[in-house]
């Protein structure tokens, strides 16, 4: 898989040639179906989308889909905000995309999130195999890492700060370099996402410290649905193409119900989209899947404290509604 997509999403769209013969009327040129971009980035909760492309769901839909993977989900939001990509797979940054919608109203709708906690793993801090820390408290004055942008380092500080462990700085790390810096020494220890948890463990080099570790820390439950990633259309793209962003979604959703009735089968798409492979994509715990018409009232207030923790920190500008942001048929 090269840096900007992977190479089975790649189609010849083929121009179909203006034949002109002599004398003969103008030759009406076949219309090239509308390409869906769609911005992803390595961890497993992008598994419905992942499934949903390999298992041709998007194909049998008509629709052409490009898979374009990118190091951040801060770089999926920039690329939809400059027009690059139609929207983002489930794992995309909640509060990246949230970032911006502040910059531009009316962005995105969210057809999708992947909620965590700590039944339905995603977030963690890991540790070296032999780190003589045992809480996170623990790491207070240490070496930590997070993943890369806005949301990844707010919440690591923020779940440190409530954990016993406040004024502890984090640096920014690609999250593919995450256990190779735990190995190295370079890092005590890093906010993470699967499956840089399972690729550590399987490795012999990390140890899990705490997961589910948002749900507990900023929404006060173990247990709370932790909407930390989303899968998202455009607002531009769902009012050019209703139909196909119907179409779109229907097909999304069948990536879900692959994830959720079939898990086995769906787990094997992990590779080529994430640091797992072969046999050891059955050891990566799944995220949940909530669709936009699934919402339930204690789900919408639990996505709201979620973002109503960066409008406390001055990550966003001014408070955003998170039913405003949910996409309506």
């Known amino acids: 898989m090269t840096d900007s997509f992977h190479p089975r999403r790649r189609t010849l769209l083929g121009a179909t040639a203006a034949v002109a013969t002599l004398g003969a009327p103008a030759v009406l040129r076949a219309q090239a179906p509308t390409k869906i971009r769609i911005g992803y980035w390595p961890v497993a909760a992008g598994l419905p989308f992942y499934a949903a492309v390999e298992k041709g769901y998007f194909k049998e839909a008509g629709l052409e889909v490009e898979a374009l993977k990118f190091a951040g989900a801060q770089q999926v939001m ?7 990509c139609d929207g983002s797979s489930n794992g995309t940054g909640s509060g990246n995309l949230g970032v911006g919608e502040i910059a531009s109203p009316g962005l995105f709708k969210i057809i999708a999130t992947n909620p965590s906690n700590a039944k339905y793993v995603l977030d963690q801090f ?42 502890t700085s984090v640096t920014e790390l690609p999250i ?48 709370a649905p932790w909407h930390g990633g989303s899968a998202t259309l455009t607002t531009e793209f769902i009012k050019k193409n209703p139909e196909l962003a119907k179409k779109y979604i229907a097909a999304y959703a069948k990536g879900i119900a692959l994830v959720r009735n079939d898990p086995a089968e769906a ?32 789900d919408v207030a639990a996505f709201q404290k979620f973002f109503d923790l960066f409008t406390e920190k001055g990550v966003f500008e001014k408070k ?10």
Do not use: C, W
Request: aromatic share 6%.
């Open 267 to 298: 787990r094997k798409f992990l590779k080529g989209y994430t640091a797992i492979e072969g046999p050891l994509t059955g050891e990566v715990p799944l995220a949940s899947y909530m669709l936009y018409n699934e919402f339930k009232p204690g």
């Open 126 to 167: 890991l540790v070296p195999k032999d780190s003589p820390v045992k809480t996170l408290a623990d790491l207070k004055g240490k070496r930590v890492a997070s993943g890369p942008g806005i949301q990844n380092k707010v919440l690591a500080m923020t779940v440190l700060e409530r954990a016993g462990a406040a004024g």
């Open 78 to 84: 920039e690329a939809m905000l400059a027009g690059r």
């Open 176 to 223: 593919g370099q995450h256990v190779a810096a735990l190995a190295a020494g370079q890092v005590d220890a890093v906010y993470t996402l699967e499956p840089t948890g399972t690729v550590g463990r399987l490795n012999g080099t990390t140890r899990l410290l705490e997961a589910g570790v948002i749900a507990k820390y900023i929404l006060g439950d173990p247990l």
């Open 320 to 329: 955003l509604d998170v039913t405003t942001l949910l996409y309506k048929a």
